[in-house]
């Protein structure tokens, strides 16, 4: 036979049972509460410190989503804007690097160098793809396109001038 105390752990712990459950419970029909689309103009994300990490928001130009780094800046931009749809990468210091989009005339592709010169341009065109290289300073160095006609391709000296040409 049990004695009265035995009797009333047993029944602690089944108490402590029952309130476990009830909490499970009311999580479970909070959830299923929870609304399964939420409207807003602007979404925030942050980090477990409260930082602001990620941002989703519709404006002016369209709907536009910005991941930030630990340090605020923002890295990486999706933006589905009207007329330049695109995808822009930046270094850790803000700096453009990267940019692929979508403009009237076609895709392209830019790549940038730490000083946010354009250093490398991939473009497909209605008329065909082109590739275009720069030094430093921005100035074209390299020239390749691809049309229907055929190929081209033109290399420039430091100077601007046209040093080689095929055809």
């Known amino acids: 036979m ?18 476990t ?9 909070q959830a299923a509460r929870a609304p ?4 807003a103009t602007e979404v925030v994300l942050v980090d477990e410190k409260g930082k602001v990490r990620a941002a989703l928001a519709v404006g002016e130009h369209g709907p536009r989503l910005v991941l930030l780094d630990e340090n605020g800046e923002a890295r ?10 695109g ?3 930046r270094n850790e210091k803000g700096m453009p690097r990267a940019w692929l989009g979508v403009k009237e005339v076609g ?30 300073k921005g100035e074209p160095r390299a020239f390749l396109v691809l049309t229907e006609v055929g190929a081209a391709l033109q290399l420039y000296d430091e100077n601007g001038e046209l040093m080689w040409t095929a055809p």
């Open 21 to 29: 459950i009830k909490t499970a419970t009311a999580a479970a029909q």
């Open 36 to 39: 399964r689309r939420i409207v």
């Open 107 to 136: 895709p392209g592709l830019f790549l940038t160098d730490e000083d946010g010169e354009t250093r490398a341009l991939l473009d497909a065109f209605d008329v065909g793809p082109s590739l275009s290289l720069a030094d430093e």
């Open 76 to 85: 990486a931009i999706l933006a589905a804007d009207k007329d330049a749809p």
């Open 2 to 19: 049990a004695t009265e105390e035995g009797l009333e752990e047993r029944l602690e712990r089944v108490e402590k049972e029952l309130d």
């Open 87 to 89: 995808l822009a990468l």
